[in-house]
């Protein structure tokens, strides 16, 4: 009997809980985008469609008409850098992008990161967001390159 008791205690408790998550999920989806200006383009700066490159190698982001502020900084016309590795579909624009091996995030203003692969062809492609990690209207994204990772470049 005292069994029965808090288990229907511990429903009592987190079924607020539960509502209040379902609550959160609703509010959260088809957030407000923040305005890019118009022109704002984010390319690769070493790397192009069709490069050979070792297991680990450096990518360099370029942004122009924007700032690259660390993430949680609304400043205006800002934005940090997000990789995405061999996404078929992209992630939603109106949504923070996930923090997955798909999806690389360089919320502290970085301009470029080393990044390790295993060999074989791979996609690779910019996205600027937000200080919430949410893509800007429109989105300032690059386009779509493909490497070749090798386990040794020179040979």
Do not use: C
Request: a neutral charge; proline letters at 8%.
């Amino acid at each position: 009997m005292k069994s029965i008791r808090r288990a229907m205690m511990y429903l009592v408790m987190l079924l607020p809980l539960t509502l209040g998550a379902q609550e959160i999920v609703e509010k959260t989806s088809g957030l407000e985008r923040t305005p890019s200006p118009l022109g704002a383009t984010v390319t690769f700066r070493n790397l192009k469609d069709g490069d050979v490159v070792g297991r680990s190698f450096r990518v360099k982001f370029d942004i122009s008409g924007m700032k690259v502020r660390k993430a949680g900084t609304d400043d205006a016309n800002s934005g940090h850098h997000h990789l995405l590795i061999d996404v078929k579909e992209l992630p939603p624009m109106d949504l923070p992008l996930p923090n997955n091996e798909a999806v690389y995030h360089f919320g502290k203003a970085e301009k470029s990161a080393v990044i390790s692969m295993p060999p074989g062809e791979h996609t690779l492609q910019l996205l600027f967001a937000d200080y919430r990690h949410i893509p800007h209207d429109p989105p300032v994204m690059s386009e779509k390159i493909t490497v070749t990772v090798v386990e040794d470049p020179e040979k």
